[in-house]
């Protein structure tokens, strides 16, 4: 067996065998004390660890023709003794599936968050995906995604309130204008 298809079967198994290849939401896992993470991650934490019902929209677009929804549940936790936000996403609707997650993590050297992401995309299932920061109380992620053969920025933005947070996905439509493209509604469980 070559090296490739060994670790392939390594991941094959991690992937069935933890709470990412679960289709049910995975047990609440503790979380370290706010005191002992970084301020930047707290911040973070404070906005987005726990249980979430969600609700995507998506707009009618090129990658949307007829626009679509999904609903799912995400499930937030710090992993690595608070230095890395992990966000577990499982949803499903006319859009199709979505399942991944994107983890999250303070570069204090760059002062910038950085984002990676896996998903059910077998052409592309996991990537960097730009960085991250605070404008006021939103954060946001910025990136360049491949559209028409074009390079194009988007941005993510998530807002908060004690109870819920809505996480627009929008890319540049030109003359410095962001069109959404998905808005996902998340209300805590």
Known sequence: MSIRRLLLSALVLVVLFSPYGAAQPPEKVATP????????????????????????????TQFFPNGGSRRGFVHVRLAAEGTVLMYEVNSNGSAGKLNGFLTIWWDAPAHVFHLFICFNNPKNPCRMRGTGHWEGDTFVNDYEETVEGKPTQWRDSFTFTPTSHTLVAALDAGHCKMKTIITTRATRR
């Open 33 to 60: 004390p706010a005191g002992s993470l970084v301020p930047e991650m707290a911040r973070l934490a404070e906005a987005l660890v726990g249980d979430w019902n969600t609700s995507e929209t998506m707009e009618h």
